[in-house]
């Protein structure tokens, strides 16, 4: 199982950006796929998900209405949209699935909103 993600860098706020994770070494279709992020000095939490059964998502109630997940299962790819950011989306975002009872982490590009 591999997750490479692409995307990061510098935004002011109120910006957007967007991040891609490419999935290769499962049949990715079948799998639930999350973002995570960390910001410093706290703890991972989730951001966003997108089940694998009707393509239903979920949202942490701080980026609602401002991130959107989306998949690409001819691809393998899933992506985060991220609108109207804050100074405090400011974080490592990994994407994340659990396959065969373990989980796995994209490489994590960093996310930093500031002026």
């Known amino acids: 199982v591999q997750l490479v993600e692409s995307g990061g860098g510098l935004v002011q706020p109120g910006g957007s950006l967007r991040l891609s994770c490419a999935a290769s070494g499962f049949t990715f279709s079948s799998y639930t796929v999350s973002w995570y992020r960390q910001p410093p000095g706290k703890e991972r939490e989730v951001v966003v998900t997108?089940?694998?059964?009707?393509?239903?998502?979920n949202s942490a109630d701080a980026v609602k209405g401002r991130f959107t997940i989306s998949r690409d299962n001819a691809k393998n790819t899933v992506s985060i949209k991220m609108n109207s950011l804050k100074p405090e989306d400011t974080a490592v975002y990994y994407c994340?699935?659990?396959?065969?009872?373990?989980?796995?982490w994209g490489q994590g590009p960093q996310v930093t909103v500031s002026s």
């Open positions: 997108i089940l694998s059964a009707d393509g239903s998502k």
């Open positions: 994340s699935v659990r396959v065969w009872g373990r989980e796995y």
